[in-house]
């Protein structure tokens, strides 16, 4: 897993006191770091001209615009433009949007000047625009405004931000696109990854995120603060895998899943179950179940209570409210409370459920020790946060902030710390013991009505076969996001959960 830092200039603050590093030596690398980008842009592009690409820009040198801030986000830029001015194979432009205000933008801005490179203003950004000259730039490169701004963009920022969206050119950010407004293809990030580039926002611009080190190791620089959040990487996830030569079905656990008044979605839980390990999958008729109107595959078993030989409950796919509900529920404490492994995951309409604080303190009261795995997106997570604190506001806005979302995820799991919460959202984040756990391989195919009961039949399936909670929610949200980019590289709007479950495990 790779650490993710919120307070970014803190642990640079730390770096530099610690290892003496001079603020002009972690800049100068930072610069580095962005010209092998760069160059590495200008390569891949020669490639593709000689591979006939018709998209490949056949020119020489190849026109680098460089737009600058006044801070150190805009230094990292003065410093970049003096490095890669006077190659033979680039020719570049350096904006300047205003008067560099820090110590050492000041200090790199003199650098690039007496290197021979002119600074343009922002009256020449408009003189470019008005002529179409912008259209000449092969690569941009935004170093207008970093992680250390907040608030809204100004308005001719703003503008400037757009106009640079608009062009053709391959498009790189230094350390974040500016106001998360400007839509890179690459984003270099100093030092370490920020909890900024993983909000929702992010996801959209961000582009592929590169991390340019300081100069020392990043095992060493990040050893000087706390990681906030983990970055879920493929080689973290435990795939139930089964090496057992001597298995049977049972060895594999036992999901049972409620099937309440929409029961296609537990089905497509319980099959999403099947498909990812579970030796035995058990549909739990409610009351006001409609599976009636359904072809289930004889795959899944159908019942009116809870298997004995049970090792994990699903509820709330598609359950309903009401009596039948409260019947169900009352089945699932019945089963938790004797349960030699209690194992649940709770989803969507539970999330809506006026008795959800008072579920959440039974299941705990019933087994402190229990596995319980809750799965909202971020309008359930509004619910579920505000019934547990009802005491505080919150909006679905602030939930697609990443700083925000950790802060509620934790605050959650340390009111119930048998809580693992799955926070779906463009990026997922979980909440486990006080620690976050980010995955950001999910994608836009996705987002097809379903695909929320596939994972949480997917979470249920490992914790049927005895994984730790922390160990089902990774494994499963990573894979289930590994699932959805298979599609077309996760643009293919024709995803369906059924298309969904067939590709797990492949």
Not at 136 to 158: H, K, M, P, W, Y
Not at 199 to 213: F, M
Request: proline residues 3%.
């Amino acid at each position: 897993m790779k650490a993710i830092f919120t307070n970014s200039q803190d642990l640079e603050k730390s770096a530099k006191e610690k290892f003496l590093f001079p603020p002009f030596l972690m800049m100068e690398n930072a610069a580095a770091g962005m010209e092998a980008s760069v160059m590495e842009v200008l390569r891949q592009n020669e490639s593709a001209v000689n591979a006939g690409a018709k998209s490949a820009v056949n020119a020489r040198p190849c026109k680098i615009l460089i737009v600058c801030g006044s801070g150190n986000n805009g230094g990292d830029g003065y410093a970049l433009a003096r490095r890669i001015s006077g190659k033979a194979e680039v020719e570049c432009t350096l904006i300047a949007l205003s008067q560099p205000k820090t110590e050492e933008a000041i200090h790199q801005r003199q650098m690039a000047e007496a290197a021979g490179i002119s600074v343009l203003t922002e009256a020449d950004f408009w003189a470019l625009e008005k002529t179409e000259g912008l259209s000449d730039f092969s690569v941009i490169v935004d170093c207008i405004l970093g992680t250390g701004f907040t608030g809204q963009l100004r308005e001719n920022i703003a503008y400037i931000v757009e106009k640079l969206n608009e062009l053709p050119a391959y498009k790189i950010a230094c350390d974040i696109p500016t106001g998360l407004r400007f839509k890179a293809d690459t984003t270099i990030t100093m030092g370490c990854l920020k909890t900024a580039l993983f909000s929702d926002r992010a996801k959209a611009v961000c582009g592929k995120i590169i991390i340019a080190g300081l100069g020392i190791s990043r095992e060493k620089f990040e050893s000087c603060g706390n990681p906030d959040a983990f970055l879920i990487e493929e080689s973290d996830i435990k795939l139930p895998l089964r090496k057992n030569k001597a298995a049977h079905k049972g060895t594999f656990g036992h999901t049972a899943v409620f099937a309440g008044e929409k029961s296609g979605a537990g089905i497509l839980a319980a099959t999403a179950a099947l498909n990812f390990g579970s030796g035995l999958v058990t549909l739990v008729k409610s009351q006001n179940s409609n599976l009636a109107q359904f072809k289930i595959s004889p795959e899944l078993m159908i019942s009116d209570q809870i298997p004995a030989n049970t090792s994990c409950v699903l509820i709330g796919s598609g359950l309903g409210f009401g009596a039948a509900a409260d019947k169900a529920l009352q089945k699932v404490f019945d089963w938790y409370k004797n349960a030699k492994s209690a194992a649940c995951v709770l989803d969507a309409d539970l999330f809506s459920n006026k008795k959800l604080f008072e579920i959440l303190q039974t299941l705990s009261a019933l087994q402190p020790q229990g596995k319980i795995i809750l799965t909202p997106h971020l309008k359930e997570l509004k619910n579920l946060y505000q019934a547990i604190f009802p005491e505080k506001e919150i909006s679905v806005e602030e939930l697609t902030f990443a700083e925000r979302r950790i802060e509620i995820g934790k605050e959650i799991t340390a009111k119930f710390p048998n809580l693992t919460v799955i926070m779906k959202s463009a990026n997922t984040f979980i909440a486990n013991g006080g620690q976050t756990y980010i995955c950001d391989r999910g994608t836009q195919s996705l987002a097809k009505a379903g695909s929320g009961d596939v994972l949480a039949g997917m979470a249920a399936a490992l914790l049927a076969q005895g994984y730790t909670a922390l160990d089902a929610a990774i494994t499963a949200v990573y894979a289930h996001a590994l699932a959805g980019s298979s599609f077309a590289n996760g643009e293919d709007w024709g995803l369906t959960a059924e298309k969904l479950i067939n590709r797990l495990g492949k």
